[in-house]
Nanobody, 124 residues
Framework: QVQLVESGGGSVQPGGSLRLSCTVS????????IAWFRQAPGKVREEVSC????????IYADSVKGRFTASRDNAKNTVYLQMNSLKPEDSAVYYC?????????????????WGQGTQVTVSS
């Protein structure tokens, strides 16, 4: 059974940091791209980052470049999203997802497997 479970969300002040984790089961992480998305109330789901397993590259949305770093530990079947210099506009529910492809650039609507999400709130 395929499962993705996010953790690590919480409330922080602007400028703070959080590290999200996405632990997967039911498949081998090594071969597949994993994307991080976020969705704030009333807004469309936005791709934040994607870790490509085909060429090893990681892509980021312009809104988080230089502040967020995604990484993976295949031995632990876990993907991470280190978020630094957080801003109030980063507040959202964060999800990890896979479509069992090795590449990134897949539209959100085409992802078949999602975690339950973890809430990130940035406020003073």
């Amino acid at each position: 059974q395929v499962q993705l479970v996010e953790s690590g969300g919480g409330s922080v002040q602007p400028g703070g940091s959080l590290r999200l984790s996405c632990t997967v089961s039911g498949f081998t992480l090594d071969y597949y791209a994993i994307a991080w998305f976020r969705q704030a109330p009333g807004k469309v789901r936005e791709e934040v980052s994607c870790l490509d397993s085909n060429d090893g590259k990681t892509i980021y949305a312009d809104s988080v470049k230089g502040r967020f770093t995604a990484s993976r530990d295949n031995a632990k079947n876990t993907v991470y999203l280190q978020m630094n210099s957080l801003k109030p506009e980063d507040s959202a529910v964060y999800y990890c997802a896979t479509d069992f492809a090795s590449w990134c650039g897949i539209p959100a609507a085409e992802y078949d497997f999602w975690g339950q999400g973890t809430q990130v709130t940035v406020s003073s």
